[in-house]
């Protein structure tokens, strides 16, 4: 059976990325049936749609969305990060977003388990007396148990398969409720897992060592903004954010997960047919990888990895891989 995956290619170099990951994916052989999804900044700007709950209504039923990126500089900041990207994360409770970093000419070889559904990206505060020379924003940051739990035990999980070392990253020292309730999760579960060694850094120092000693890392679990942030960080250091692959993961699979590249639409190289594809075609490996099809994902990883494919632009790169995991 054919896996069913909705697509979002949506705005700037995410159509295009995606193009390159469906193109693997069928060299691959594996049998996938793709509903394509217009959505994003373009189809807000032509008439205003963002997400119809009739849309979420059928992703619930496919195997899995891979989508290319979405925001454009058009339309206000946020109509489209949180009524699209953000709502999929948190209507289908892909509370892991996994982020692997891999990068064969060092040593780099770590994950970022980043909580996706909480922290300051929920939606808590507002405005008072906006406008006025007295108003007041406030953007809070929401923990709970049970978020941070099923984040921290996903990655003691991950660490346990791995290395068996995993690093919580927070900023304890200032922000005392949050880091509180993360740092006692974290060390409760951690006496559930001795097999894992445990370390903790700030992220602001956590973002020193990704400059100058990455490959200390093997599991870091965070927060959703500090994950944000450090992600970003983690592709500049492992050959570029073209590369940085993502996994919005509903790990008890109770609904789709959703498979991204950690870059967004690049409105600054769109249209020039210059963006590596190689992140949305990495994503398209996790993708397989989670729906079964671990030998072609494993074959998508080693064509990436050949440096021979990484040179032209988006198109030549998406046939250099397709051409090699044949
Ligand atoms: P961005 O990731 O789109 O771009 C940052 C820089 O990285 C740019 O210089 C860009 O050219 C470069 N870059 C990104 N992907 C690349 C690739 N595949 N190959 C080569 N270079 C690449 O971040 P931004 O400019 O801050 O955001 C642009 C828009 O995308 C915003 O609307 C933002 O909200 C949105 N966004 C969406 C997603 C997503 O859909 N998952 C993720 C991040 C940002
Ligand atoms: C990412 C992006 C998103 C995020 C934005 C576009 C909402 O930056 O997937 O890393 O902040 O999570
Ligand atoms: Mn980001």
């Known amino acids: 059976m054919a896996h069913r995956i909705g697509v ?20 691959t052989g594996v049998a996938v049936d793709t509903v394509d999804y217009d959505l994003g900044g373009a189809r807000y700007l032509r008439d205003g749609v963002v997400l119809p709950d009739e849309t979420i209504d059928e992703w619930r039923h496919l195997d899995a969305l891979y989508l290319g990126a979405v925001g454009t500089p058009d339309v206000p900041p946020g109509v489209i990060e949180r009524g699209l990207l953000l709502k999929m994360r948190f209507v289908l409770d892909l509370y892991v977003n996994h982020r692997p970093f891999l990068y064969p000419p060092s040593d780099i070889d770590f994950v970022v388990v980043r909580e996706n559904t909480e922290g300051t990206y929920a939606g808590e505060g507002g405005f008072l007396r906006r406008g006025t020379p007295h108003e007041i924003a406030t953007q809070g940051s929401v923990n709970t148990r049970k978020g941070v739990e ?10 346990g398969g791995r290395r068996g070392h995993l690093t919580l990253v927070h900023k304890t020292n200032v922000l005392t409720f949050a880091g509180d309730l993360w740092e006692r999760t974290f060390d409760e579960v951690a006496a559930e897992y ?68 950690v870059h967004g639409s690049a409105p600054d190289i769109a249209g020039q047919g210059v963006a590596n594809p190689t992140a949305a075609i990495l994503s398209g490996a996790m ?26 632009g988006t198109e030549a790169i998406g046939d250099a891989i397709a051409a090699r995991v044949r």
Not at 150 to 159: E, K, S
């Open 287 to 312: 993708m397989l990888d989670f729906l079964g099809e671990a030998e072609a994902a494993v074959r998508i990883q080693a064509a990436c990895a050949d440096p021979a494919t990484q040179v032209g």
């Open 8 to 27: 979002i290619g949506g705005d700037g170099i995410g159509p295009d990325v995606i193009a390159e990951g469906l193109k693997v994916i069928a060299a």
């Open 150 to 159: 099923r984040a921290v035990r996903y990655a003691f999980d991950l660490a």
């Open 194 to 261: 001795p097999g894992v060694d445990t370390d903790y850094n700030h992220v602001d120092a956590a973002c020193i060592h990704f400059v100058q000693a990455p490959e200390r890392y093997d599991v870091i679990v965070t927060d959703n903004l500090f994950g944000d942030i450090l992600t970003d960080l983690g592709g500049a250091v492992s050959g570029g954010i073209g590369l940085a692959s993502s996994a919005n993961l509903n790990p008890a699979r109770t609904g789709p997960s959703m498979f991204e590249p």
